[in-house]
């Protein structure tokens, strides 16, 4: 179990985790132009 002082913390690390996948994902073709994510839509958003 984590203790209460480390969860806060965890949760915060674990959504800028996921804000940053994000964020890799829409600008990813932007920077890769031969990315194979260079479809507008990723299928994560579909």
Not at 7 to 16: C, G, N, P, V
Not at 23 to 46: D, K, S
């Amino acid at each position: 179990m984590i203790p209460r002082r480390y969860t806060t913390h965890f949760f915060y690390s674990l959504w800028f985790i996921i804000f940053a996948l994000m964020v890799a994902v829409r600008v990813g073709p932007w920077i890769f132009p031969g990315h194979p994510n260079a479809e507008p839509v990723t299928p994560a958003y579909a």
